[in-house]
Structure formats: structure tokens, C-alpha cells
């Protein structure tokens, strides 16, 4: 009996070992982790003074990253009882929101299904843009760790000290990266830049602010810029975003345009063990198995799509954009317009601005894997539907032209990201965000585009600055006074 016993022990601490050690490899792998790093990365020139070795490197340890609250955790369990998780819901828990845009919750169309609770802050302008801010100094349950600016990343004092070249990093979710990543791309960057730095001996030292987030667009954007990083006295600012706007209705304005609005069904309300089972990285795996043998999955090419026309601006000279039109498809002129007072306002204010191509993956005649891909084939056929790949390919082409020319009319650095960026799926969640072997690489390439503006600046003198702080108050204004929670309940309609 004694044997028996022994037996069974062993045999449940086996499998129970082999169970942990193929859920880390399954979850090494579903970050990126199993891709052919190697291939891949060497399809990228590096710059002279670039070590290989070094994108393997990885950031130190956030300094900043503290135990959840408690209270955080049930505000997590609030959304996934109440059925309705689409988009960002969990993240929105840990967001101050403005109270220019919020008003009644109640009233808002997004805002309205919120679990009884928000935090807020009022716009210093009164202006209802950016529609919220990261909470400073957290680390949330969805994995975000925020400095004092609630911007993502390491902590970066306000004043600015000597020996200091600081990079603001500006854009949406492919800015800010997935919350649950181990690090998002400018942090990478912040931290090979310093690598080179030590390497050169240079004695300089660089500071990185990531003041992305996600669901944003060029005029949240500028507000950012405005409100809560030109403060921080940045000496670059880059800019890099080219999704949230990008609508093809501006070109085939016979395509109705769904309601970003629209409330969902509720969604079946998990059971605890479900929700435990499902962040299992082999439990999501043996659902994959399972939909493999789906017929219905496809075989990875493009779903048919209906007729539509698209409608040319009259005049518009494709391959040479007049970049002052006022109808440039996809929003840009909006954007333009946006980078206009992004560009003229830091300039004011000692800094430059650079901008970068936007990378998207699409292809007219792309072939995915049904399954290994769904997320992309989802992304690209259900999220912009009905076009075609050929126009999201064609206009993703003409955007970063029009943002290639407009940095070449203001002698901005344009750092071309879309052209070295490999395209390579497996590097992808959908055709805009990338897995964390993907943001690592996103982010080399633009290590190399960066290296030759910083060594001119250095060159010259202008980087560092002798006395970068000066003038500067003791504290950030926009943050002087902390978010404050809303409680709120709403009749059901």
C-alpha cells in the first residue's frame, strides 16, 4: 500500500511538473517567443556602432511595478460579471477619465456600461481631449505599470537634469503596446539607446517617456502632446500612428458606416474556473486543435468581398500628393493639420519632432494559416470590412507617403519603419499589433532609423542640453492634482 502511494505521488508530481513546464513554453511561444528570430532579424541593416548582441538584451526590472490592489482585482471581477468585456473594458477600470468627456455617465454611449465606477480628472483646458489618462504610479491587474505621469514604463524624474537626452514616445495602442507585455517598444529603445551610449562612452544618459494609449487619434494626440509631455521639455518627440483614422469611406463614401456605439448583446457570463482555465496558454491551444478540424475556418486567403467603388479626389496626384489639399483621404488631412500644432509647438518649446511610416500587415493575394492567423484574417475581413486588401494595401501605402513628404516639407526626420519592418505573420496579433518578438523588433528597426539623427545632434553640440532644467517647476502642472473616483449607477434600459 505504502508503494502505491508512492507511485501515485510520483506519478502526480510528474505530471504535474511537465504540465508547468509546457504551459511556460506554450506561453514563451504565444508571446513570440518560437519564432525564427534570427532570419528575421538580420533582414534589418543595422546602423554602424549597432551591436547584434544587444537585441537580445532585454530592460531592467520596472522599479515601479507594486502589488495590485485588492479593491483593482474586484473592479476586474465587476466587468466580467456584468457580460460585457468587448474592446478594452478591464483596462477602461484603470483609467482617469476626463470629465469634459464623461459628463453623465450614464448618458455616455461607452461610458454607460462601466461597473458603477470611474476614475476622473477635469481637462485643464476644458477640452474633452485626450479622453483619459493611465492612473499614475499604478500597476493594475491587466498588467500596466505607469510612472508618476501615468505614462508607460520606468520612473523619469520631472526636472530635467544635465547629461540627459529625453525621447517622447506619442500614438495609440501600437504605441503604448498590450498591457500584459513584459515591456512595449519604446522601452526597448530607451534601453539599447543607453546600451550605445555606454558603448561610445559617451557619458550621456537617455530618458524615455511612452505617452501612448490605446483608442486614441491624431487630435487626442495633440492634446497629449500640449497638456502632458511638451511640460516634460522632450527633446524629440516621436510620432507614430496611422490606424485609428485610417477609414476607407473617405474614398467610397457609398459604404455605410457601422455605429462605433452600438451596445452589444451581453455576453455569457463565465464561471470562475472557466475564466481560470481560459488564461491557460494549453487550454488555448487545445481550443485551437479543436477549431482546426472547423471546415468553416477557410483556407487562409481573402473572404469574398461585395462590390464598391472608390472615389478619387479630382486632381489628387496619387504617387505626389499635394499634402495642403483639404481632402486627403484616410483623415489625413486631419492628421496634417494635428501635426501641425504638435510640430510648431515643440519647436516653441526648444524640442523637434520626427515621424515615422506606419506599418500595416496587408497584401493584396495574402495567404494566412486559418487557424495560427485567425486573429489577423478577423481583423482584416470582419474589422474593415467590406474592403478589399488591395485598397487597405493601396491606402496604407499612400498615408505614409503623405507622412513622407510632409516630413521632407518641414525637414523633420522621417524614420521609415514600414519599409524595413518584416512581414512576417508570426511576428503579428492582427495587421497593426504585433506579438512581444514583434514589438522587440518594431522597435530595432527604429533604433537604427533614430541612431543617425541622435549622432548629429550630438555632433553639433545641440544633444545634451547644458542646462535642460532650468526654469522648470518643481512638479508636472497637469498632474499636480491626483484622478478621484466617480461612483454612479445607472437605471437599465
Same mark, same amino acid.
Given at each position: 500500500?505504502?508503494?502505491?502511494?508512492?507511485?501515485?505521488?510520483?506519478?502526480?508530481?510528474?505530471?504535474?511538473?511537465?504540465?508547468?513546464?509546457?504551459?511556460?513554453?506554450?506561453?514563451?511561444?504565444?508571446?513570440?517567443?518560437?519564432?525564427?528570430?534570427?532570419?528575421?532579424?538580420?533582414?534589418?541593416?543595422?546602423?554602424?556602432?549597432?551591436?547584434?548582441?544587444?537585441?537580445?538584451?532585454?530592460?531592467?526590472?520596472?522599479?515601479?511595478?507594486?502589488?495590485?490592489?485588492?479593491?483593482?482585482?474586484?473592479?476586474?471581477?465587476?466587468?466580467?460579471?456584468?457580460?460585457?468585456?468587448?474592446?478594452?473594458?478591464?483596462?477602461?477600470?484603470?483609467?482617469?477619465?476626463?470629465?469634459?468627456?464623461?459628463?453623465?455617465?450614464?448618458?455616455?454611449?461607452?461610458?454607460?456600461?462601466?461597473?458603477?465606477?470611474?476614475?476622473?480628472?477635469?481637462?485643464?483646458?476644458?477640452?474633452?481631449?485626450?479622453?483619459?489618462?493611465?492612473?499614475?504610479?499604478?500597476?493594475?491587474?491587466?498588467?500596466?505599470?505607469?510612472?508618476?505621469?501615468?505614462?508607460?514604463?520606468?520612473?523619469?524624474?520631472?526636472?530635467?537634469?544635465?547629461?540627459?537626452?529625453?525621447?517622447?514616445?506619442?500614438?495609440?495602442?501600437?504605441?503604448?503596446?498590450?498591457?500584459?507585455?513584459?515591456?512595449?517598444?519604446?522601452?526597448?529603445?530607451?534601453?539599447?539607446?543607453?546600451?550605445?551610449?555606454?558603448?561610445?562612452?559617451?557619458?550621456?544618459?537617455?530618458?524615455?517617456?511612452?505617452?501612448?494609449?490605446?483608442?486614441?487619434?491624431?487630435?487626442?494626440?495633440?492634446?497629449?502632446?500640449?497638456?502632458?509631455?511638451?511640460?516634460?521639455?522632450?527633446?524629440?518627440?516621436?510620432?507614430?500612428?496611422?490606424?485609428?483614422?485610417?477609414?476607407?469611406?473617405?474614398?467610397?463614401?457609398?459604404?455605410?458606416?457601422?455605429? /462605433? $456605439?452600438?451596445?452589444?448583446?451581453?455576453?455569457?457570463?463565465?464561471?470562475?474556473?472557466? +475564466?481560470?482555465?481560459? %488564461?491557460? #496558454? &494549453?487550454?488555448?491551444?487545445?481550443?485551437?486543435?479543436?477549431?482546426?478540424?472547423?471546415?468553416?475556418?477557410?483556407?487562409?486567403?481573402?473572404?469574398?468581398?461585395?462590390?464598391?467603388?472608390?472615389?478619387?479626389?479630382?486632381?489628387?496626384?496619387?504617387?505626389?500628393?499635394?499634402?495642403?489639399?483639404?481632402?486627403?483621404?484616410?483623415?489625413?488631412?486631419?492628421?496634417?493639420?494635428?501635426?501641425?500644432?504638435?510640430?510648431?509647438?515643440?519647436?516653441?518649446?526648444?524640442?523637434?519632432?520626427?515621424?515615422?511610416?506606419?506599418?500595416?500587415?496587408?497584401?493584396?493575394?495574402?495567404?494566412?494559416?486559418?487557424?495560427?492567423?485567425?486573429?489577423?484574417?478577423?481583423?482584416?475581413?470582419?474589422?474593415?470590412? /467590406? $474592403?478589399?486588401?488591395?485598397?487597405?494595401?493601396?491606402?496604407?501605402?499612400?498615408?505614409? +507617403?503623405?507622412?513622407? %513628404?510632409? #516630413? &521632407?516639407?518641414?525637414?523633420?526626420?522621417?524614420?521609415?519603419?514600414?519599409?524595413?519592418?518584416?512581414?512576417?505573420?508570426?511576428?503579428?496579433?492582427?495587421?497593426?499589433?504585433?506579438?512581444?518578438?514583434?514589438?522587440?523588433?518594431?522597435?530595432?528597426?527604429?533604433?537604427?532609423?533614430?541612431?543617425?539623427?541622435?549622432?548629429?545632434?550630438?555632433?553639433?553640440?545641440?544633444?545634451?542640453?547644458?542646462?535642460?532644467?532650468?526654469?522648470?517647476?518643481?512638479?508636472?502642472?497637469?498632474?499636480?492634482?491626483?484622478?478621484?473616483?466617480?461612483?454612479?449607477?445607472?437605471?437599465?434600459?
Amino acid at each position: 500500500m505504502r508503494d502505491f502511494l508512492k507511485n501515485c505521488l510520483l506519478v502526480l508530481v510528474t505530471v504535474v511538473v511537465c504540465t508547468a513546464v509546457a504551459e511556460g513554453i506554450a506561453r514563451w511561444a504565444d508571446a513570440g517567443g518560437g519564432e525564427d528570430v534570427a532570419l528575421r532579424l538580420d533582414e534589418v541593416p543595422r546602423a554602424p556602432g549597432v551591436e547584434r548582441a544587444w537585441y537580445f538584451s532585454d530592460p531592467p526590472p520596472l522599479p515601479n511595478r507594486g502589488p495590485v490592489p485588492a479593491a483593482w482585482d474586484e473592479l476586474v471581477r465587476r466587468v466580467e460579471n456584468s457580460g460585457i468585456t468587448e474592446g478594452t473594458r478591464r483596462a477602461d477600470m484603470f483609467k482617469a477619465w476626463n470629465t469634459a468627456l464623461v459628463g453623465d455617465p450614464c448618458r455616455h454611449p461607452y461610458l454607460r456600461d462601466a461597473p458603477g465606477h470611474l476614475f476622473v480628472y477635469d481637462s485643464p483646458d476644458g477640452s474633452p481631449h485626450p479622453p483619459y489618462r493611465f492612473l499614475p504610479n499604478a500597476t493594475t491587474p491587466v498588467g500596466l505599470v505607469t510612472n508618476a505621469y501615468g505614462f508607460r514604463g520606468p520612473p523619469v524624474p520631472f526636472v530635467r537634469t544635465p547629461k540627459t537626452i529625453r525621447i517622447a514616445f506619442v500614438g495609440a495602442s501600437t504605441t503604448v503596446d498590450a498591457h500584459h507585455l513584459a515591456n512595449s517598444y519604446p522601452e526597448f529603445i530607451g534601453h539599447w539607446l543607453n546600451l550605445w551610449a555606454e558603448s561610445k562612452r559617451l557619458g550621456v544618459r537617455f530618458e524615455v517617456l511612452n505617452a501612448g494609449r490605446e483608442s486614441i487619434n491624431s487630435v487626442d494626440i495633440e492634446g497629449i502632446v500640449r497638456q502632458e509631455v511638451l511640460p516634460l521639455r522632450p527633446d524629440l518627440i516621436i510620432y507614430y500612428e496611422g490606424a485609428n483614422q485610417f477609414d476607407l469611406r473617405t474614398v467610397a463614401p457609398l459604404v455605410p458606416k457601422p455605429d /462605433p $456605439f452600438a451596445r452589444p448583446a451581453p455576453a455569457p457570463v463565465e464561471s470562475a474556473v472557466s +475564466r481560470w482555465l481560459n %488564461k491557460l #496558454a &494549453l487550454v488555448r491551444r487545445v481550443q485551437a486543435l479543436l477549431r482546426s478540424s472547423d471546415t468553416s475556418a477557410g483556407d487562409g486567403r481573402e473572404w469574398p468581398k461585395p462590390n464598391y467603388d472608390v472615389v478619387w479626389p479630382a486632381g489628387l496626384d496619387e504617387s505626389d500628393p499635394d499634402i495642403g489639399r483639404a481632402d486627403l483621404p484616410v483623415n489625413l488631412s486631419t492628421i496634417l493639420g494635428n501635426l501641425d500644432g504638435i510640430r510648431v509647438a515643440i519647436q516653441a518649446a526648444g524640442g523637434e519632432l520626427a515621424l515615422a511610416s506606419f506599418v500595416w500587415l496587408v497584401k493584396d493575394g495574402m495567404v494566412l494559416h486559418p487557424i495560427r492567423h485567425k486573429a489577423i484574417l478577423d481583423y482584416l475581413n470582419q474589422g474593415y470590412a /467590406p $474592403f478589399r486588401y488591395r485598397d487597405l494595401e493601396r491606402m496604407a501605402a499612400f498615408e505614409n +507617403r503623405v507622412f513622407a %513628404k510632409y #516630413a &521632407l516639407a518641414h525637414r523633420l526626420a522621417f524614420l521609415d519603419v514600414a519599409r524595413l519592418m518584416p512581414r512576417d505573420p508570426d511576428l503579428f496579433v492582427d495587421a497593426i499589433h504585433t506579438t512581444q518578438t514583434g514589438g522587440r523588433l518594431r522597435a530595432w528597426v527604429v533604433l537604427q532609423e533614430l541612431l543617425p539623427l541622435v549622432e548629429r545632434h550630438l555632433a553639433n553640440g545641440t544633444w545634451p542640453k547644458a542646462d535642460p532644467g532650468a526654469g522648470m517647476p518643481a512638479q508636472h502642472p497637469a498632474f499636480a492634482v491626483p484622478p478621484r473616483s466617480l461612483e454612479f449607477t445607472c437605471k437599465k434600459t
